[in-house]
């Protein structure tokens, strides 16, 4: 099985999975009459969502920038777990991968037109010479356990070093202890936000297609006045800038999203 194939597999199994709990589909009417937009979210998942109201998490604050263009309030409903969404009366979830193919017939939540475009970039100690390409890199790729550059890089028998998250990843970067490593431009973001000058990213380095995605938000089988009504809200958020501006308050760099 190719990289890519098998990327598609594991995409389109946390989507079904997702939309599996999301029976009942939800109308632009029923959201304007009830007066909230409900979204799914982890309550403690930085820089993604939080429960804290002062630091809430860029997705949530995208999700409240929806809520208002479509003018109504937002309530969240907190999940850890994917299987909680199917006791819930979630609405959308704000941060759904979107497959090159994603124009077929397709169970599960509806994707609005992509809102941004994120990937793994390679990221090096802060005092490090810049690095073109993986194959140059002179040791260790460290990754998160179990993530998708651990799997590519497992498959292309390049070495890495196996850590329990990408902040792991990023705090050993930090202290020298590795000498490269694959982390999500998001996590990289963040972390220098909270760390200044800690690692960078090398600006050399193109990620690959593997490593690149957009995203968009999944609908909980929407009816389509709702995926209009939510994509006419992204198209603005993104031309009057705030969809960017609060990617900034976050420390991550603003990546339109990219051509399949």
Request: charged residues 20%; aromatic residues 8%.
């Amino acid at each position: 099985m190719s990289v890519r194939a098998a990327r598609a597999l594991v995409v389109v199994g946390l989507l079904l999975a997702a939309g599996a709990g999301w029976a009942q589909a939800a109308s632009l009417a029923s959201v304007r009459e009830r007066g909230t937009f409900n979204i799914c979210a982890h309550p403690d998942a930085l820089p993604y969502s939080s429960q804290d109201r002062t630091t809430p998490g860029f997705q949530l604050e995208i999700a409240e920038a929806i809520a208002k263009q479509l003018g109504v309030g937002m309530r969240v409903d907190w999940i850890v777990f994917t299987r909680h969404a199917r006791r819930l009366d979630c609405d959308a979830s704000i941060g759904a991968i979107v497959k090159a193919d994603d124009g077929g017939p397709r169970r599960g939540p509806r994707l609005t037109k992509p809102y941004v475009s994120s990937g793994y970039v390679l990221v090096l100690p802060a005092a490090a010479p810049t690095i073109a390409r993986l194959e140059d890199v002179k040791g260790k790729i460290a990754v998160e356990h179990t993530s998708w550059p651990h799997y590519v890089l497992d498959m292309r028998k390049v070495p890495v070093a196996s850590y329990g998250s990408s902040f792991e990843v990023l705090d050993a970067l930090a202290k020298g202890e590795e000498v490269a490593g694959l982390v999500s431009d998001t996590y990289v973001g963040w972390y220098l936000k909270l760390h200044p000058g800690t690692v960078k990213i090398s600006q050399a380095y193109v990620p690959e297609r593997d490593f690149r995605w957009n995203v968009a938000v999944g609908l909980r089988n929407a009816d389509p006045p709702l995926v209009d009504a939510v994509n006419r809200a992204i198209e603005v958020l993104i031309a009057d800038q705030t969809i960017p501006k609060i990617f900034a308050r976050y420390g991550i760099a603003y990546r339109p999203p990219v051509a399949p």
